[in-house]
């Protein structure tokens, strides 16, 4: 993970230009298991009262005061995130709290973000953080929306699989960057459909193709053989890691360089979206 992030700020805060909330990760489960842990352990209307202050969200109205379990569940994830730190700041700024209030709160909701998996850890002053980091979930979150379309749902389910890899205390890197690849590797036979794999072959014919549309740019298309031969080699650099390594315990990559691999393979995805919907008839 890259970089130092501000220890206990809220998510919307530390996190708040990454793009919609619908692309976060969520889940139904890990949001209503916050809010059946406040309704058990925090029945009074105080936490209700410094969560509405603190946020100027509305809380729905239940026994004996607040139904925090319809609010957990209904309210926007961004925010969810943001209220599991200011429980942690209620439970010290509470005089009459023992100790053990805040650190219950704090291990439950560890446990929880590890059992539910969705690619968020907690820090010791309960703020809420990407398991990566920024740069590597803005990443994943850009190229999302080109990939709704139903002709990538084989692309897609391979591209969040190399981010789930990593997206919890056991990573597996090796499954990231065959995942990743896979997604790419769909794609391009999505684009070529005799083509049987991810080759240097049908890589050469995609830039062939993205070249046409800048006929005319002698320099573009320099470039695009640069960027296309970087291309070719980041397939063959993968290929270590498909296709075993001549050892009896196959070595996975370094989580660096895992990263690394997901987000160029990310990037070269982009391209070939982009190069793919201009071959697409309208």
């Not at 029945?43 to 969200?57: A, I, K, V």
């Not at 080699?233 to 989580?255: I, K, S, T």
């Not at 990310?266 to 071959?279: F, G, H, K, P």
Request: hydrophobic share 40%; with cysteine; glycine share 6%.
């Amino acid at each position: 993970m890259t970089g130092q992030l501000p220890v206990g700020m809220l998510f919307s805060h530390v996190h708040v230009y990454l793009s919609g909330e619908t692309l976060l990760r969520d889940k139904e489960t890990f949001r209503r298991r916050l809010g059946v842990y406040c309704q058990k352990n925090f029945s009074n209307g105080t936490l209700g009262d410094y969560l509405r202050t603190e946020t100027g969200l509305k809380i729905p109205a239940g026994y004996p005061q607040y139904d925090f379990e319809k609010f957990f569940v209904s309210e926007a994830i961004g925010n969810v995130l943001s209220a599991i730190t200011l429980i942690w700041r209620f439970c010290h700024l509470d005089r009459y709290a023992r100790d053990s209030v805040w650190k219950n709160w704090h291990d439950f909701v560890a446990r929880v973000l590890k059992e539910e998996n969705i690619g968020y850890r907690l820090d010791e002053k309960c703020g809420v953080h990407f398991f990566v980091d920024n740069s590597f979930e803005r990443n994943r979150q850009s190229i999302i929306p080109a990939l709704g379309h139903e002709r990538y749902t084989g692309v897609l389910t391979a591209f969040e699989g190399a981010y789930s890899a990593l997206d919890s205390e056991s990573q597996d890197t090796k499954q990231a960057v065959r995942l990743i690849f896979e997604s790419v590797e769909i794609l391009a036979k999505l684009m070529h459909p005799k083509t049987a794999r991810l080759d240097k072959q049908v890589i050469e014919t995609i830039r062939d193709q993205a070249k046409v549309s800048y006929a005319g740019d002698k320099t573009a298309c320099s470039v695009a053989d640069k960027m296309f031969a970087s291309f070719v080699d980041w397939m063959d650099g993968l290929h270590f890691y498909r296709h075993g390594q001549g050892v009896e315990n196959h070595v996975a990559p370094p989580l660096d360089m895992a990263i690394f691999a997901i987000s160029s393979g990310t990037n070269y995805l982009r391209w070939l979206l982009e190069i793919d919907a201009i071959s697409q008839p309208t």
